[in-house]
Structures are given as C-alpha cells and as structure tokens.
C-alpha cells in the first residue's frame, strides 16, 4: 500500500508536523500478491494517500467513518499552544465531508502493518504480525526518517504505541529519537517530539464521544508541552 505524507505541498507549508500512526487498513478483497504488481503501473494496490486527498469529499462517503475524528484532531493540534486550543464547536465542522481532506492534506499517515487487515487488529494479533514479520520495524523506521523534524506523532489503537516505541529504538531512528519523558501515555524526545499512546479514531471506546475523544487529546498534549517547557 501507498502511505505516508499526504500532499507534499501542504505538508511543506505546514507550521505543525503530525504524524499519524495507525495499524492497517480494512480491505475486503483479496490483496494483490507481489509477483502481480507493475512497479511503473502499481494497479491494484490501496493509496491511501490519495484516497485521504481526493476519495473521501462529499461525493465519495466510502472510509470517512475512521477520518472524521482523526481530522477534528488534526484542526487542533496544528492550532494548539501551551495556553490554548481550538472548541470543540470550532473542531467538530472540520470533520466533515467540506472540510475532512483539507485538514488530513497537512499531515501524514502510515499504516505499521504495510497490508491489508480486517475491521479488529487487537493487540495480540500486531504483537504477532511483528514477530513474525520483523523486517517491519526497519522498513517504517526507514519511512519515518524522511520526513525530517516532527512536532506530534498520535499513536492510534491497541498496542501501536508499544509498536511504535521499538521502531524509534532501531538504529536509523534511536539517536534522532532519543527519549527524555517516558510515561504510558506518551514519550517526549531530546528534540522536542511528542509521541502520544492515544485511541483509534473510529474506536473511541464505550461512552466515549468525538467530543470527549477530541479534548481529552487536546488537554493531555497541552499538558505535555507545559511540562516540557516549565
């Protein structure tokens, strides 16, 4: 699959750098095997890139379920300081089909498991797909390293951020990712990222609203930067 930044042109023009990091995407059909695919002509297989960009407006409501939150979160990180952030009531327009790929265009996305998955990745069966496919961890921390300096990494879904954390420990990232704060619910490096162990978008959890999902990000990153810069 295509991951990653999802416009390089507004990505380029971004004041905030996010990534955001989720387990796989669902995929219904049987996936293309690699013996199929014309690397000049790469039919078939998922771009999640463009499918972010153009696929999820108003005229495409196919996936927009897992990216309405995740675009709400990504209005008030990108406009979040120590002192403040954006309403909910200003966030919540921004999740929907006017305004969905305008924000997700600033950041980009990766996909830890690089194949297609069913609707429940659990973390038992990530901690296995790992274990058996271990090269992942090099391939995404290789992916990570070019997109430079980033201010949040949103760890998104059971078990992403115990993922996340042995990638930042392999060699191309370790010195880039030295680790300052660790806590169970995020890490701060020597410099300046934060890499926060959040929910799934789409699985905010029982009783749990966009609203609630949308704040309780917002408070926990903007008392992370208080105590980074305090």
Known sequence: MFDGIVCQEEWDKADKHILLVLKDYNEKKKPITLDKINIENPVGIFNLRKHLRVGI???NKNGWKVWDNAARWVYGLSRLTIDDYPSFEKANPQGDSDHRSSNLKK????????KPGTSSCNKAKLIK???EYPENILFTARQIALYGQL???ICC?????DIFKKIVKSDV???KYNIVVKT???LVTENGT???NYIHPLLLGKGMGKKDAYLILMKLVQKILQAKNG
């Open 57 to 59: 407006g108003s005229d």
């Open 194 to 196: 934060v890499i926060v």
């Open 157 to 161: 879904g059971s078990g992403v951020f």
């Open 184 to 186: 169970s619910d995020y």
């Open 107 to 114: 950041v980009a996305v990766i996909d830890v498991k690089k």
């Open 129 to 131: 797909f790992f274990k």
């Open 173 to 175: 990232l370790k010195d």
């Open 151 to 153: 201010d949040y990494i």
